[in-house]
């Protein structure tokens, strides 16, 4: 059965994994919601103004309230930017597992951030909630979200054709990846 926690902060070595409140919003917007250079491998459409922004993070804040939302803003220690977001979600009471998605804002692509932040919520995953699996799908032409779910231990599973019909109503192609708890903690 999941261990349903809510959204504990975590530290990693460079980052902070926090809850999310309404002072981030303007982050949220300028440095990823708003740009399609992130946008465009998620399903959701760039913001073009602060109020969706708004409407989103009251959203996330709200959600807080349930011990089933694990939604975390991604702080940078170095210069307290929050840099990006990451969530579990589409938990499955009988299965016991779940999917996660992140973004990480384009200024700071290719740092390590991104595995860094996938490794800490994939090991609070299947060590504090107890999730049986953890799966995550992106979009063939997106190869670095990929490259950081094989860096944390996930496999490819296969290729899913035309998956999504993204904003700019473009199907994608999308490579479906997973990992289970006891592969996992075999490993670590
Ligand atoms: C996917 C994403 C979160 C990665 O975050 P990040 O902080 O840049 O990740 P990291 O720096 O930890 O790792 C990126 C890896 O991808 C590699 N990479 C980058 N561009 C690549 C490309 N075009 N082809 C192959 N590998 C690529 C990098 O070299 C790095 O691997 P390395 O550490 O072995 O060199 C970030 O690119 C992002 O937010 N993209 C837009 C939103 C998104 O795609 N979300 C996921 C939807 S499934």
Redesign the pocket.
């Known amino acids: 059965m999941i261990n349903f926690v809510g959204t504990p902060r975590m530290e990693t070595e460079q980052l902070i994994l926090r809850k999310m409140n309404s002072n981030d919003t303007q982050s949220v917007f300028d440095h ?1 919601i708003s740009d399609e ?6 399903i959701n459409a760039a913001h073009k103004s602060i109020s969706q922004t708004i409407e989103r993070v009251e959203k996330i804040v709200s959600g807080y309230e349930t011990k089933d939302f694990c939604y975390w803003g991604i702080e940078l220690k170095a210069s307290g930017d929050l840099i ?1 977001e990451i969530d579990l979600y589409d938990f499955d009471p009988s299965t016991g597992n779940c999917e996660v ?6 200024q ?11 490794r800490a919520v994939v090991d609070f995953g299947f060590r504090d909630m107890n999730i049986h699996k953890i799966s ?4 063939t032409d ?7 779910m094989g ?1 944390v231990g996930m496999i490819q599973e296969g290729i899913i054709r035309d998956m999504i019909r993204n904003s700019k109503n473009q199907y994608k192609d ?1 490579a479906v990846w997973g990992i289970l708890q006891n592969d996992y903690l075999k490993k670590v």
């Open positions: 990823w250079r992130v946008t465009d491998n998620r990006g998605s992140y973004s990480i804002g384009y700071w692509w290719n740092q390590g951030y991104g595995t860094e932040a996938l995550a799908a992106h979009n997106n190869p670095a979200s990929g490259k950081i860096k999308c």
